[in-house]
């Protein structure tokens, strides 16, 4: 019944029965049996003149679909996927030593250190 499982359809069929009235239940579920048939119909249709229109080429359509960027599935495949570890740059020969600099001044004791205004 289209994802409906047996206690939901009774329960539908007693709202319909307040709803609709048993007096006018027969005449709703023959309109609603036209309709559902109506429905079918136009959907064999449109079915049938999409490929007619189409051919072969439906199955191109395939690639479009959109559930094919679902992120779950690219992340799992990505996950799947075998590892390579990237390359390496070559490694550099090493630096030679800067030379030591001089000691740095000092502060006499008791002076406060230079302040820049402008320094953020």
Request: charged residues 30%; hydrophobic residues 40%.
């Given at each position: 019944m289209g994802g409906i499982n047996g206690w939901e359809g009774v329960i539908l069929l007693l709202i319909v029965l307040l709803v609709v009235g048993p007096d006018k239940l027969p005449e709703?579920?023959?309109?609603?049996?036209?309709?559902?048939?109506?429905?079918?119909?136009?959907?064999r249709e449109a079915k049938t003149s999409l490929k007619d229109e189409f051919g072969e080429d439906i199955s191109d359509l395939r690639s479009l679909d959109p559930r094919q960027y679902d992120p779950r599935r690219i992340v799992r495949e990505a996950l799947m996927e075998d590892i390579i570890p990237p390359e390496r740059p070559p490694a550099r020969p090493p630096r030679p030593a800067?030379?030591?600099?001089?000691?740095?001044?000092?502060?006499?004791?008791?002076?406060?250190?230079?302040?820049?205004?402008?320094?953020?």
């Open positions: 709703f579920a023959a309109q609603f049996g036209a309709w559902v048939r109506k429905g079918r119909d136009f959907l800067a030379p030591r600099a001089a000691e740095k001044p000092t502060l006499p004791e008791g002076q406060p250190a230079p302040f820049d205004d402008e320094a953020t």
